[in-house]
Nanobody, 122 residues
């Protein structure tokens, strides 16, 4: 299993970025996928999730209405469109696969990528 993120960078407040996560080594279209972020000095924060078909999406309150998660199963790629970015969105963003039958809650997200840095600053 491999998850590789891209698309991060530095952007001014109010700007937009589109993150991508290319998956390999498993049947991408069979899994719920998620985005997390981790700001400097803080713990991981779940950002958004999407079901295998892409017709159900979920968002943290902090990003709802500004971020859009989507997927292209033909390309084995997960996306996160981030709009109206704020300085508090600055973090390492990574995608994670969700195990549909985790042995414990702590095993729920069984694989993650290395992440891509997003910095929102003027």
């Amino acid at each position: 299993v491999q998850l590789v993120e891209s698309g991060g960078g530095m952007v001014q407040p109010g700007g937009s970025l589109r993150l991508s996560c290319v998956a390999s080594g498993f049947t991408f279209s069979s899994y719920d996928m998620n985005w997390f972020r981790q700001a400097p000095g803080k713990g991981p924060e779940w950002v958004s999730g999407i079901n295998p078909g892409g017709d159900s999406t979920y968002y943290a309150d902090s990003v709802r209405g500004r971020f859009i998660i989507s997927r292209d199963n033909a390309k084995n790629t997960l996306y996160l469109q981030m709009n109206s970015l704020k300085p508090e969105d600055t973090a390492l963003y990574y995608c994670a696969r969700e195990d549909p039958h985790p042995p414990t809650e702590s095993d729920r997200f069984d694989y993650r990528g290395q992440g891509t840095e997003v910095t929102v600053s003027s």
